[in-house]
Structures are given as structure tokens and as C-alpha cells.
């Protein structure tokens, strides 16, 4: 029985700290998704569901996965490295979808335009920091 606590106080701890969930970029990029998503049912006119309405849900949501599929990589340097850069390049496209919205006046709000593209921003230069700090890390094999 004593046993069995130890075990499951360390599986608890490794269960906390060793997740993806717990990576600041990866929940703001979780957020991203969801603020995108319900911008492109509520504020895009209905022609842009399917064309950049839904290109810009797809790039949005891989740069989440693909901080999950790095981090699950994570035992090899540049593997986690090589999807944290995955990941930074489809935030620069999904920018690049919004201002092409914003651009063309499907999103015509202006402060749904602003608060995203300022959000984005601040994710691209957290996942260089993260890139960075990755690189820059001692790891052990």
C-alpha cells in the first residue's frame, strides 16, 4: 500500500509538470483557436466559411498541434526544435490569413482584427523565446 502512494504522489507530480499543458504557448495558441474559430462563424460574411475562413482555422490549429507533436518528440533536441519551428511558421500564416481577411473586408471589425493580430504577434516572439531556450538548454539523452 505504501508502495502504491509513493507511486501514485510521483505519477501525480510527473502527470503535472510533464505536460504540454502546461506550456504557456501552447495555451495561448489553444486560446488562438477558439477566439479564431468563433471569429470566422460570427464575424466572416457566409462565402468565406469554407475559403479563408477555413484556411485560417486550419493554420490556427496547427500551430497548437504541432507544439504537441514537438513536445512529444521532446527526448530528441532537434525533433522538438524542428516542430517548435513548424509551429512558429503557421502562426506567421495565420497572420497572414487574418490581415488577407482584414485586407479584403470579410473581417470588417477592426478591434476583433486588432485584439487578434496583437495576440498572434505575442505568440510568434513566445514560441522564438521557447525555440531559443531550447536550443540554448544542456539536454541530456
Given at each position: 500500500?505504501?508502495?502504491?502512494?509513493?507511486?501514485?504522489f510521483?505519477?501525480?507530480?510527473?502527470?503535472?509538470v510533464?505536460?504540454?499543458?502546461?506550456?504557456?504557448?501552447?495555451?495561448?495558441?489553444?486560446?488562438l483557436v477558439?477566439?479564431i474559430?468563433?471569429?470566422?462563424?460570427?464575424?466572416?460574411?457566409?462565402?468565406e466559411?469554407?475559403?479563408e475562413?477555413?484556411?485560417?482555422r486550419?493554420?490556427?490549429k496547427?500551430?497548437?498541434?504541432?507544439?504537441?507533436?514537438?513536445?512529444?518528440?521532446?527526448r530528441y533536441?532537434?525533433e522538438?526544435?524542428?516542430f517548435?519551428v513548424y509551429?512558429l511558421?503557421s502562426n506567421?500564416e495565420?497572420?497572414?490569413?487574418?490581415?488577407t481577411l482584414?485586407?479584403?473586408?470579410s473581417?470588417?471589425d477592426?478591434?476583433?482584427?486588432?485584439?487578434l493580430h496583437?495576440?498572434l504577434?505575442?505568440l510568434g516572439?513566445?514560441?522564438?523565446?521557447?525555440?531559443?531556450?531550447v536550443?540554448?538548454?544542456d539536454w541530456?539523452?
Amino acid at each position: 500500500m505504501g508502495e502504491l502512494l509513493v507511486f501514485g504522489f510521483w505519477f501525480l507530480v510527473f502527470k503535472t509538470v510533464m505536460s504540454y499543458k502546461n506550456l504557456e504557448i501552447w495555451k495561448l495558441a489553444d486560446e488562438l483557436v477558439v477566439e479564431i474559430h468563433e471569429m470566422t462563424l460570427t464575424k466572416l460574411p457566409k462565402f468565406e466559411m469554407f475559403e479563408e475562413g477555413g484556411q485560417i482555422r486550419r493554420s490556427s490549429k496547427s500551430v497548437k498541434s504541432t507544439i504537441v507533436e514537438g513536445y512529444g518528440r521532446k527526448r530528441y533536441k532537434p525533433e522538438f526544435i524542428k516542430f517548435l519551428v513548424y509551429s512558429l511558421g503557421s502562426n506567421d500564416e495565420t497572420i497572414d490569413h487574418l490581415e488577407t481577411l482584414f485586407k479584403t473586408k470579410s473581417l470588417k471589425d477592426s478591434d476583433v482584427y486588432n485584439y487578434l493580430h496583437a495576440k498572434l504577434e505575442t505568440l510568434g516572439k513566445k514560441i522564438n523565446l521557447f525555440i531559443k531556450g531550447v536550443d540554448n538548454t544542456d539536454w541530456e539523452k
